[in-house]
Each structure stands twice: as C-alpha cells, then as structure tokens.
C-alpha cells in the first residue's frame, strides 16, 4: 500500500514530467514549423535591423502585390510563374497548380514554399482571400505602414465598386 | 418602425438582464426569499425581448429594409428567402444578436427547469447568467448595434451576403456552435454559484452534468458542422484547416470534453472537486477567447469578421473582468473543499485524470500554436505562421497515449483494480484490433505503413473495447434481454461516443494516408484517370443563377471502363459582391469521396481541375456525429430526472 503522500508526490512528478516532455516537443516541433513572413524587398535586402537573408532551401512565407504582365503559363501543364512586388525588388514565384479563385495581376497574395535562389521561389501553396479588396495585413503593413484598418473603412473608401446608383 | 421595436426590445432586455444580475444577488446575500422568486420572471422576461429583437431583425432582412446598415450591407433583394433569414446571423452584429438570444436561451431554461434547485442556489445561478448577459446584450447594443440606420442615406440595393455563406452548412452552423458556446455559461454559472456558498458534493455534479453534456452535444455538432460546410464550400477539399478561429472552437471543445469526463468522477466518487470547478470555469472562458479571436480582429482568417479596435477591447476587458473574477473566487474558496474519496493508482479515477491530462495538453498546444504568431508579431520578432504539420505532429502523438486509455478504461474499476483479472480479456481485445486493423489494410490496393495502421489500431481498439465493455455489462443483469434495457441509458451514451471517437480517429487517418489528389488541365473529351477512377470532362458552360453566373463542368466517373456516376461542379461569379466562388461536386459513398472542383480557365479552352479521391472522409463527421448521439443518449438518462420535476432532456434550439 502506498501512502497518500506517495502517492500525490507521484502525481505532482507524474504532471511534471509530462508536462516538461509536451512542452520540449512542442518547441521542437514549432522551430520546424515557424515560416518568417517576408516581404519582395525583405527577401533581397535582408529582413530586421540585423538585415538577415533567407538560406536556399529555407521554407517561407512571401507576400507582395503580383506584377501586371508577369503571369506566364506552361501551355500543356498547370505549371505557372509570376513576379511579386512590395517597393522595389522583384521576386519571382513558381508554382504547379491551381490558383485561387482570387488571384488577378496587380493584387496581393501570399505564397508559402522554399527559396530556390535568392530571387525564386517554388511556391507549395498559393493564398488570397475571398474578398476583392482584401490585402494580405502584413502587405499592407509592408507597403503603406499601415495596422488592423477596420475592412469596413477600406470598404467605404474604395465603394466604386459596387453599384454607384443609391449609394450617398 | 418594426425596426426600432426591435432596438426597443433589445434595450427592454438590457434592462431585464441588468435586475437579473443585481435583484436575485442581493436577495441572496440578504436572504429576502421575494427577491430570490423575482430571478424566474426577470429571467423569462428578457429571453421574450431578446427574442423579439431577433425576429426584428429578421423582419428587417425579409423585407430589405436597406436603411438598415446591416441589412445593405450583408443581403441584397435578390437573395433567395432563406438566406435572408441567414444573413441575419452572417454578420457581426447580427451573430451577435444571435449569440445573446443563446445566452438567453438557456438562462430561461435553466430558469423553467431547477425548480429541483434550493432557490438560493437557483438565484444565484441565474444573477451570474444575467451579469454574463448584462455585458453581450450591452456590448451589442453600445458597440456592435444590428439596428443602426444609416438615415437619410441609403442605397437603394444592398452589397449581398457573402457568397461563402449562402450555403446550407451556414443555416446550421453557426446556431448550434453559438448553442455550444454559451452552453458552457451554464456549467460556468453553477460552478460560481457553488464557489459562493461552497457547497460541492455529488448533488452538485448531478445538477450540471446535464447542462456540460448538453453544451457539449451542440459544440460537437457545430464544430462537425463547420468542418463539412469547410469541405464543401471552399473547394481544396480539406476538412480541417487549424485556422485560428477553428482552433477557438477546438479549445472549449477540449476544455468540455475534459469537463464532461471529471464531472463523472465528482458525482461518482465525490472527487475532482476543485478540479470539476476549474475546467467548468475554463471552458467558458476559452469560449470567451474565442468569440474574443473572432471579433477583434487580432488573428486573420476566413472566418473572421470586419471588426474595430472598440469592439476586441470590450471583449478583452469583458473577458480578463469574467476569467479574473472567478479566478479570485476560486483562489478564495477553493482551499476549503476537501475531496474524502481515496484512490488507488491503477483505477478508473487515474485513467479519467490522464484523459484531462491529456486534453488538456491538447488544448495547450491550440492555445500556444493559434496565440504564438500574435506574440512574436507584437514582440517585434517579424511576422510568421505556424504551418498545419506543427498540429499534426503533435496531435499524432497525443492520440495514441489517448486511445489506448480510452480503450481501458470502462473496463476499470473505481477505487482500485487488480491487474490480472484484466490480462485474458486485453489480449483478446488486442488481438482482435490487431487482426482487423491488418485486415483493413490488407484489403486496400496499397499498403503504406505507420499513420493510417496506427489510426486503424487505435479505432479498433477503441471501438471493439467499448463494444466488449457494454456486452460485459449487459450481461451482468443476469439475461441479455433484461441487461439491454436495465443498463443506464448513459452507459449505452458513453458506448456510443467512445466508438464515433474510434470512427473519427480511422477517418482521419485513412483520409490523411490514401487521399489522392491531383490538379490536371482539362478540355472537353480528356479523361484523366485517378487512383483507379477515370474522370471524363464532358463539357464546360455558362451559369446563369439568382445572384450569380460562371460556369458549370459536367463530368462522368468511370471505374474499370463501367459508368459509375455524374459530377456537376461549378464555379460562380456573385454579382453584387464581385467574388468568385467554387462549388465543388462530390460523390458520397462510406468508403470514400469522390471530390472534383472546377479551377480556373486556362488558353486554349482548357480548365484546371482539382480532382481528389479521399476514403473514408466521411467517417470523421459520422464519428461527430456518433459522439453527438451519445451525448444525447446520456441526457436522457432518468437519473437526471429523479427527484426532480423537470431536469433538461433536450434543451430546445432557441
């Protein structure tokens, strides 16, 4: 028979111990799974203050606004490529695919894939969001400094899209 | 006119909440028993005024009354009646509403049914459901108000709902995840109305089970819900996502699942006490993060709402003010509950004490993957995500631990267990997981390893040792025909929803495992051949709906040169709101889905097409679903009912 002292010492070892083993896999497994979020120009001129560049072969995030012009299509496959731009540098991204609903030139995306060369990407997944006026939030952080714009503002601002008739 | 009746009822009802919370308190500090009787009336009361704005609102819908901001700015007159009605709910204001009619909802049924209650406790409960009220029908009124015009002003046609929403999913599924979430008020407002007059015995736990069950029971179907309109409506044919506002429904779920299971340990056994409490008060509040995550703003993604900085600070301090509060409370009283029960390592208490361990952990690892991006953002650290494999991975290895427990213990005692008298029955139960886990995979055309047996082990497990468990007990009564109706309609419960977690756990394995999916450019008269199917496109046209155009593909399925079906998958072009939608055609059969949506138009008249072919897919909702029922059959036991006039057996969908 064991004590309740034993016992409630086994207990408390018991939750710490699972506890630490949940916690350094968790980490573990985070550290694998963490993509940085760059921008065209972070992604050539280096990202924060210590200007730190992606490796080749490093998974990551890319957001940016799709140059008008730049989609080009294999004829016999869904292999397709096209550039990014924020404020400078252009990136090219590939993909093999299809695109979402939502993707036109001249509107911004975010691609998730590797760095294949300091300016290529091979995109695994292609996203913009189901909404015309929608910007990628850390896009529109990147090209106009700006954070958490209420969409319902953005909405009043650009209304020329929707039926002009009735509305003020 | 209507309009401003509603805004009128809504304020009625703000009042209503507002005695509710204060009269029956203070008459239970003062022990005035007059003021105790009033929380009844208060209570019903502002469940009518609540209901009376809804249907306002509802009305303004119908009758597109496009003055209303809400109304033009989520509906349009070309939008077909039902989703009219839906589209009352489809914005954040109107979920809102909806949202605080739930809330409403059940305080007036816990109101109609704890007659059984001492009236202090029933008092109590009650004023806390009101101040939890008080702060959602203010936060709609002040902050978030569905009724606003916009005077003199108006267009003459409303912006539309919301393309993704006008689907059949979203008439379910948002009221009964509300149902869910506020469920867990209830649970909540016993736990802090026991907190107050520290009384916590197996009474206590009888009184809420019903109610976490309950809660729980709605937040399962939501969340199965949400996961097949996801499957549906987005077109990439993935079920679950680990979005960060799936992820704020996952964790009340988590937290509840844990709840349900302690709350059996404490009305058992008259142990877990504090333990019961602190979940009670956890899920509530991970319900209340997440509407937070929802509405604020702070996390993007497809679910959340156009929303301001107001409005996620309300609910911030509204939430830190709720999780604080009780906090303080439990941190006062809690110290003074003593559990008496004694326990013995290898016993049922321990396994349903790992079972929380476990879900808890789960819930750990949701709350830290969905909030890790908004620290490391907010610290400077650079913008990132947390990709789905960092879920995966650590959910696979939490499963496994999980199952196997879940698999042994309904078989254990309380108290304590000898070991032996388990040994014959486990190896035969392994056994024959291991012989139908291997036949399973046997029967597939390929055999790949790890993921998809390990999720055919666990199920089988799972599932035949729960079918085993109930066999035993039936056969315990003496004869099979006497057992099958002696035996607590909570147990057959319990069967139940152990084996829809079995039928979830291969359905996510097998669909991870043997899902094909291929995206291929079509013309007319291709056929591309897919694990074992060939997908012949027959021809692409125009659409011509409601509110919509686009195109439509027809495709016929062949399997073996045999015609096997049709699929029609569309993609539609939504006018008002100029947004593009996919309508993915799916052919349903048990063991797998057939699933085709139609992409984009490539040169030379060809289209891109996503053609998917995912066994037992529907096995993941059909294990939802299982869980629901058990839920559901568990409610109905009579000891619920015992003594008591009228505790809830299905709370009626308010």
Redesign the interface.
């Known amino acids: 028979m064991q004590s309740r002292r034993q016992k409630r010492l086994f207990a408390v070892l018991l939750v710490i111990g699972l506890l630490t083993g949940a916690v350094a896999a968790m980490l573990y497994a985070l550290q694998q799974n963490i993509d940085l979020f760059y921008t065209p120009s972070q992604l050539v001129e280096g990202l924060g203050k210590d200007k730190i560049k992606p490796q080749p072969g490093q998974r990551l995030r890319i957001g940016g606004m799709v140059v008008p012009g730049s989609v080009q299509r294999d004829p016999d496959s869904l292999k397709v490529s096209f550039d990014l731009v924020d404020t400078g540098p252009v990136v090219t991204v590939t993909f093999e695919g299809i695109l979402p609903d939502l993707f036109r030139e001249g509107q911004g995306i975010v691609a998730q894939g590797t760095l294949v060369d300091q300016t290529t990407i091979a995109a695994t997944e292609v996203l913009a969001k189901h909404d015309e006026e929608y910007m990628p939030p850390e896009v529109a952080e990147a090209l106009k400094g700006i954070r958490h714009v209420p969409p319902s503002q953005l909405q009043q601002k650009n209304s020329d899209a929707k039926p002009a008739e009735g509305r003020y | 006119m209507i309009v401003e009746a509603g805004q009128l009822a809504l304020t009625f009802a703000f009042a209503l909440s507002v005695l509710l919370a204060i009269v029956p308190l203070y008459g239970s500090f003062v022990a005035n028993q007059r003021l105790l009787l009033l929380a009844k009336p208060l209570a019903l009361g502002q469940f009518v005024f609540c209901l009376l704005a809804m249907l306002a609102l509802i009305y303004a819908f119908r009758s597109s009354d496009?003055t209303v901001i809400n109304v033009a700015q989520n509906s349009s007159s070309t939008l077909p009646w039902y989703y009219q009605i839906t589209a009352s709910f489809g914005s954040h204001e109107g979920s809102m509403l909806l949202w605080v009619l739930m809330l409403a909802g059940w305080t007036a049924l816990v109101a109609q049914y704890s007659k059984a209650l001492p009236l202090l406790l029933q008092g109590r409960i009650l004023a806390i459901l009101g101040i939890i009220l008080a702060g959602f029908i203010a936060f709609s009124l002040f902050m978030s108000n569905p009724f606003e015009r916009s005077l003199p002003?108006?267009?003459?046609?409303g912006?539309d709902l919301?393309?993704?929403l006008q689907d059949f999913g979203m008439i379910l599924h948002p009221p009964t995840l509300y149902m869910g979430y506020v469920g867990f008020a209830v649970a909540f407002a016993f736990a802090i109305a026991a907190l107050m007059s520290g009384r916590f015995d197996s009474i206590w736990a009888r009184w809420v089970r019903p109610w976490a069950l309950a809660a729980w029971l709605f937040l399962t179907l939501g969340i199965m819900l949400g996961s097949w309109w996801a499957y549906n409506e987005l077109?990439w044919g993935g079920w679950w996502f680990w979005d960060p506002v799936e992820n704020a429904s996952f964790m009340p779920w988590l937290a509840g699942t844990a709840l349900i299971h302690s709350l059996a340990v404490t009305e058992k056994r008259g142990t877990f006490k504090s333990w019961t409490v602190l979940l009670a008060l956890a899920a509530f509040a991970l319900s209340l993060v997440g509407a937070f995550l929802v509405r604020s703003?702070v996390l993007?993604s497809?679910h959340s709402f156009?929303?301001?900085?107001g409005r996620g600070m309300y609910l911030l301090v509204f939430l830190l003010l709720v999780v604080g509060g009780s906090l303080l409370l439990y941190g006062r009283r809690m110290h003074s509950v003593r559990s008496q029960a004694?326990y013995?390592?290898f016993s049922r208490e321990m396994l349903l004490?790992g079972n929380n361990?476990f879900l808890l952990?789960a819930c750990?690892?949701v709350f830290?993957?969905t909030l890790?991006p908004l620290f490391h953002k907010e610290l400077g650290l650079?913008?990132?995500?947390?990709?789905e494999?960092?879920f995966n991975?650590?959910f696979y290895?939490l499963t496994i631990p999980f199952a196997l427990m879940l698999g042994l213990a309904p078989w254990v005692r309380w108290k304590q267990q000898q070991l032996a008298p388990l040994i014959k029955p486990f190896s035969l139960l392994a056994l024959a997981a291991l012989t139908l886990a291997l036949g399973v995979m046997a029967s597939m055309q390929t055999v790949q390893a790890n993921l998809a047996l390990m999720g055919l082990l666990l199920g089988a497990w799972v599932g035949i040792s729960a079918l085993a468990e109930v066999t035993l007990r039936i056969r315990q009564f003496g004869s099979v025909g006497k057992g099958i109706t002696k035996l607590n309609a909570s147990h057959y419960g319990m069967t139940l929803a152990h084996i829809g977690f079995a039928v979830l756990v291969v359905g996510v394995a097998m669909t991870k495992t043997y899902t094909v999916e291929r995206?291929?450019?079509m013309q007319a008269g291709d056929t591309a051949h897919v694990a074992g199917y060939d997908f012949t496109l027959v021809e692409v046209y125009e659409l011509n709906g409601a509110n919509f155009g686009g195109q439509a593909a027809e495709l016929d399925v062949r399997k073996d040169g045999r015609y096997l079906t049709h699929l029609h998958a569309e993609?539609r072009f939504y006018r008002?709101?100029?947004?593009?939608?996919?309508e993915s055609a799916v052919h349903a059969r048990l063991s797998r889905d057939l699933y085709v949506?139609l992409?984009?138009e490539?040169?030379?008249n060809a289209w891109?097409?996503?053609i998917q072919v995912k066994p037992f897919v529907r096995w993941i909702w059909l294990g939802g679903l299982l869980m629901s029922f058990g839920a559901l059959l568990a409610l109905a036991d009579k000891r619920y009912r015992r003594k008591t006039s009228g505790q809830p057996t299905e709370p009626a969908n308010a």
């Not at chain 2, 002003?153 to 046609?157: A, K, L, T």
């Not at chain 2, 156009?306 to 900085?309: C, F, L, N, Q, R």
């Open positions: 496009f002003f108006y267009p003459v046609e912006r919301n393309p993704l077109g703003g993007v497809v156009a929303t301001d900085p004694r013995q390592l004490w361990i952990t750990l690892i830290l993957g890790f650079g913008s990132i995500s947390i990709g494999p960092f991975q650590m290895y995206d291929v450019r993609k008002i709101q100029r947004t593009i939608m996919t949506s992409g984009e490539l040169p030379g891109a097409m996503r």
